[in-house]
């Protein structure tokens, strides 16, 4: 089986540029096999261990769909960890998202962009929470992209 390179997956330069920058060549096992799907729109629920790119791709690919007009972006975890870890990276490059969950499971250097109201909700660009926060009341009359 040939190996897949970042290079030949359809991902816009953007991100394509940051990938060379960090000196990524190769997607590993779990990119290779969630990339594909996620840029043709459909859901993805991924599993594997740490340190495998997972939050990674995530930060990526939301990015990416917001930099071509879809959106806002749901970004969902089965943990709290990994949503908040999710959450963290859109923070850091400086995507606008929030939170929503109870915020006693929710990390404390986090507690600011926990969604409080839905007009928090309409105007974030990527909503982050668990699976089972995701059938809330704070999404009820929220589209995504």
Not at 19 to 36: F, G, K, R, V
Not at 76 to 98: F, H, M, Q, R
């Amino acid at each position: 089986m040939s190996k897949t390179h970042f290079k030949d997956l359809p991902l816009i330069e953007p991100i394509q540029r940051a990938l060379a920058e960090q000196e990524y060549t190769e997607p590993s096992p779990i990119q290779a096999l969630a990339i594909p799907l996620l840029l043709e729109g459909r859901d993805l629920l991924a599993c594997a261990q740490t340190g495998t790119g997972k939050t990674y791709t995530a930060v990526a690919l939301t990015k990416a769909w917001l930099a071509h007009g879809l959106g806002p972006v749901l970004c969902c975890s089965e943990s709290n960890v990994a949503v908040d870890n999710v959450l963290d990276g859109l923070l850091a490059a400086g995507v606008p998202a929030i939170r929503i969950g109870r915020p006693e499971a929710i990390r404390g250097e986090l507690a600011p962009h926990v969604a409080k109201h839905e007009g928090q909700v309409r105007s974030a660009r990527a909503v982050c929470c668990t699976c089972s926060a995701a059938g809330g009341d704070l999404l009820e009359n929220t589209r995504f992209g």
